[in-house]
């Protein structure tokens, strides 16, 4: 279903309204609501969204920084003629700051309750994945799995890494803290490996859940054939951006 942004201008009657319900209901005409989630894209843009059901109302969303007026969404995502988020420019978020969201509703039914909830945008963060992947082998017959991010970043981020062999079931995982590279200390020549790896705001800069999503795929070695899986890829080193032969779509699992 097509999903579009509508632009709205925040009235003084809506703000005022806003205000008069935060003041004088508090503790009971609005309750902490987990329906509303806001997650912050690469430090870059916001989203928060909530799932409309068939039959409830059309909710409208207020926004406030801790000792700032409340605003209502100048941007709301839509879904089917209905409001199911609201979407924030990088110059709107400020970690660090409670962050606070007010959804409220109305039907011919009469008012829905009011939801309200709080977030640290910091813990809101979900990065995108690493890129620039690269694999090496040594001479001691060592895999090096690398990838790249901006500088600027480096002293934030956490890693996990993911391989297998085209021999093996499950994923071998590793979360790794500082470094932006893997190393496999020995490999089986006539297997097929593949790794992939995600990333996530450390501990010492945000308390967070939130990982990115697995990257793209990059594979060394050789299928059952004895050939490599494509025979430009050279078995000892596999530049990998992500517009080359040796990077393939991650996949679940």
């Known amino acids: 279903m097509a999903w579009k942004c509508i632009l709205r201008t925040p009235t003084l009657l809506k703000q005022i309204n806003l205000l008069w319900l935060i003041v004088f209901n508090s503790g009971e005409a609005h309750t902490q609501s987990n329906d509303v989630d806001c997650i912050v894209y690469n430090e870059e843009f916001m989203e928060c969204t909530w799932i409309h059901s068939e039959g409830k109302p059309n909710y409208t969303l207020y926004h406030w920084y801790s000792s700032q007026p409340a605003k209502e969404c100048g941007n709301y995502i839509q879904q089917n003629g209905y409001n199911v988020g609201c979407n924030f420019s990088k110059s709107e978020i400020i970690q660090f700051r409670e962050f606070s969201v007010y959804r409220n509703g109305s039907s011919d039914s009469g008012n829905e309750l009011p939801l309200t909830r709080n977030f640290q945008l910091q813990d809101q963060v979900k990065l995108n994945p690493?890129?620039?992947?690269?694999?090496?082998?040594?001479?001691?017959?060592?895999?090096?799995?690398?990838?790249?991010?901006?500088?600027?970043?480096?002293?934030?981020?956490?890693?996990?890494?993911?391989?297998?062999?085209?021999?093996?079931?499950?994923?071998?995982?590793?979360?790794?803290?500082?470094?932006?590279?893997?190393?496999?200390?020995?490999?089986?020549?006539?297997?097929?490996?593949t790794f992939e790896v995600r990333s996530k705001i450390n501990e010492y800069c945000a308390t967070t859940v939130l990982w990115s999503e697995w990257s793209s795929s990059v594979q060394w070695g050789e299928n059952y054939t004895g050939k490599l899986?494509?025979?430009?890829?050279?078995?000892?080193?596999?530049?990998?951006?992500?517009?080359?032969?040796?990077t393939f779509p991650a996949k679940n699992g």
């Not at 079931?169 to 089986?188: C, E, G, M």
């Open 229 to 246: 899986q494509n025979e430009n890829i050279s078995p000892l080193r596999i530049p990998c951006p992500a517009n080359r032969f040796s």
């Open 130 to 193: 690493p890129e620039n992947l690269t694999l090496n082998m040594t001479d001691r017959n060592e895999l090096i799995f690398s990838w790249g991010v901006a500088e600027k970043s480096l002293k934030c981020r956490m890693y996990e890494v993911r391989y297998r062999s085209d021999k093996d079931k499950n994923w071998q995982v590793h979360t790794i803290n500082s470094q932006r590279k893997y190393y496999l200390a020995s490999t089986d020549p006539k297997k097929l490996y």
